[in-house]
């Protein structure tokens, strides 16, 4: 799953423009999950239904290629392990903290899922934390701590406990990149990975719709279920740009879309959502684009394919 760069990939403005479009699709998710979650949606049905269209859909662009999805006791396992990590778990939970808090704490909140990568690939004896970077995890936790403290961007009468939801999730996210790093498996590219990892959650979630209120009914096209339409949309996207750029400039090129997503995202939420730009938000974000400066390897270094 590791491919080799190709040039000089920062000097190309096409690379840079396709980093953009990349960082501008996944910051606008968590703005439109806000949008998405005011309404009668369930944060579990609609996990369910983007893993639905993300697996039928890349399930077609494998077809289309004359591939077909790996399988056997062993890849199947792979796809249920990384669909509980990556989308069964998370998704809900980020979901549910989009209903309490501001889109722009989701976004800084977010941010920091390659600095808990790298907490989490050291405690499994992947990766070693150079002083560097554990400045960097600093800077991130200092960042999220701005934001819960009295003074902070949350809104008042917003428990501080919400954020640990999004917290939750980027631990999830940092354990399926792990597990991507250290179960590898033959025959498994990035769209393999993905579209396995769909159905995994797809048959995780999907017998939840069972339970009082998941259900969620495809119709009528209301402002939330556009807005769930859009962010699967946009996350394929991103997706298959983010393998784009990894192919063409590497991987670390790649980890610099941590940037935009960040700032895009809490962009987004002040402009469209008029969520205020506090003080206490403008310093989070300067200490978590610090850390992940810090956290981000160096040109040069190995990255691992799931830390972008």
């Known amino acids: 799953m590791h ?31 806000k949008i998405a979650m005011a309404g009668d949606i369930h944060p579990i049905g609609a ?12 399930s077609a662009v494998l077809l289309a290629q004359g591939r077909r999805l790996p399988l056997g006791r062993a890849y199947i396992g792979f796809y249920l392990l990384l669909g509980l990590l990556g989308t069964a778990l998370p998704h809900p939970l980020g979901y549910l903290a989009a209903r309490h808090l501001p889109a722009s704490v989701l976004s800084v909140v977010l941010a920091g899922i390659p600095m808990v990568t790298l907490l ?68 498994l590219d990035p769209l393999t990975t993905l579209c396995g990892l769909s159905w995994g959650a797809l048959a995780l979630s999907a017998p939840l719709a069972l339970l009082p209120g998941v259900a969620v009914a495809p119709w009528p096209l209301d402002t939330g279920r556009l807005a769930l339409l859009a962010i699967t949309v946009l996350h394929m996207g991103a997706y298959f ?67 972008a």
Request: charge should be positive; glycine fraction near 8%.
């Open 241 to 307: 740009g983010l393998i784009w750029m990894i192919g063409q400039a590497g991987a670390v090129f790649a980890t610099q879309v941590s940037y935009v997503v960040t700032l895009s995202g809490i962009s987004f939420a002040i402009v469209f959502l008029n969520e205020p730009a506090t003080p206490a938000l403008a310093l989070s974000v300067v200490l978590m684009v610090l850390g992940l400066s810090l956290v981000r390897p160096r040109q040069g270094a190995k990255a691992r394919p799931g830390a």
């Open 47 to 58: 996990t369910i239904w983007q893993c639905l269209i993300l697996s039928l859909v890349l």
């Open 120 to 187: 989490v690939a050291s405690l499994a004896g992947i990766d070693r934390p150079s002083p560097r970077r554990v400045l960097g995890l600093l800077c991130g936790f200092a960042a999220i701590v701005v934001l819960v403290a009295p003074s902070g961007s949350l809104p008042q009468g917003v428990a501080w406990l919400w954020v640990l939801l999004p917290i939750a999730s980027a631990f999830s996210y940092a354990l399926e990149n792990v597990c991507i790093d250290k179960l590898r498996l033959p025959q």
């Open 3 to 33: 491919q080799k760069a190709l040039g000089p990939a920062p000097a190309r403005p096409l690379l840079w423009v396709v980093m953009l479009g990349v960082g501008m699709a996944w910051g606008a998710s968590t703005p439109l999950s």
